[in-house]
């Protein structure tokens, strides 16, 4: 599980760090994408635990591995404006689809990629 983890997040920040000003829109939907598997970690640790077991370990060392990179690419105060900006958006669409509903397709999403966060 750990290199699954390891795979998946470093293919999802490979290149964010070091992109080319032409690759200015390839790196912003890589920043997104890592910006908004940081606030699903969030979200799935809030809110699915009362429908599903989570693994905490895969759950941190997804956010562990992407923060860093996130940081290191925005600066930390910028990084932090995007995850708190994630964490409303993510709220708001969790309060329109239910908690329920939205774990439920984090689940599959994420059983779906091959990592395991949620244990059942």
């Known amino acids: 599980m750990r290199y699954v983890l390891a795979a998946f997040a470093t293919i999802l920040t490979a290149g964010v760090c070091t992109a080319a000003p032409t690759d200015d829109g390839q790196r912003a939907e890589k920043i997104d994408g890592l910006v908004r598997i940081v606030g699903a970690q969030a979200g799935i640790v809030l809110h699915c635990r009362q429908f599903y077991a989570i693994d905490d370990k895969v759950s941190d060392g997804l956010s562990s591995i ?3 990179t996130l940081d290191q690419s925005l600066g930390q105060k910028q990084a ?12 708001q669409e969790i309060a329109e689809v ?13 059983n779906t990629e091959g990592v395991r966060v949620f244990l059942d």
Do not use: H
């Not at 932090?80 to 709220?91: F, I, M, S, Y």
């Not at 239910?98 to 994420?110: F, K, M, V, Y």
């Open 66 to 68: 992407v923060r860093p």
């Open 80 to 91: 932090q404006t995007a995850v708190d900006d994630e964490g409303k958006r993510l709220a």
């Open 98 to 110: 239910g908690p329920e509903r939205w774990c439920a397709d984090q689940r599959s999403i994420l």
